[in-house]
């Protein structure tokens, strides 16, 4: 059986991994990561529902509610648009990516069916922490050497 603090680590380890994960979806450059692209959903002459990303980069708002000028839209729902835009800026920063991760990891039900693998090694540190009284360096000591004294006899 694996200690603590091996497992400890592994859960440092995997949310670490999911972290950069996160970076990797939150800060390329796609038109869903682009401040100025907004989605527009609208019903075709077939009656099947589409979805269009448009750049909003030269109107005054960053939302179709207030309105939009026409002419000046552009469609902007590949990534090789994205890939050569100057007008390209990311909504996230690192810093807003980590609050994300912490704001599912602290959402019980999303961490079970998300992150299954934390879910587990928070589990196991839990199982292994009731076994412990929480009094400190003292505590520990005391438990592990009653430990020891039991194996003994």
């Not at 979806?25 to 401040?35: A, M, V």
């Not at 000046?72 to 609050?99: G, M, P, S, W, Y």
């Not at 999303?110 to 009284?133: F, G």
Request: charged residues 30%; positive net charge; hydrophobic residues 30%.
């Amino acid at each position: 059986m694996r200690s603590p603090g091996s497992i400890y680590r592994k859960l440092k380890e995997v949310r670490y991994r999911h972290l950069i994960s996160m970076y990797r979806k939150y800060l390329r450059r796609s038109p869903e990561n682009c401040l100025y692209n907004c989605q527009y959903a609208f019903v075709d002459s077939d009656g099947k529902e589409r979805e269009l990303r448009l750049c909003l980069y030269n109107q005054e708002q960053t939302t179709l509610e207030g309105g939009v000028d026409p002419s000046l839209i552009d469609v902007c729902d590949q990534l090789r648009h994205c890939q050569n835009c100057n007008a390209f800026v990311l909504k996230c920063t690192r810093e807003d990516v980590k609050k994300i991760l912490e704001e599912e990891l602290n959402n019980e039900k999303l961490k079970a069916k998300k992150y299954p693998d934390i879910s587990a090694l928070e589990w196991v540190l839990e199982r292994h922490s009731n076994n412990i009284n929480h009094l400190g360096i003292i505590g520990i000591i005391w438990y592990h050497i009653k430990r020891i004294l039991s194996s003994k006899s």
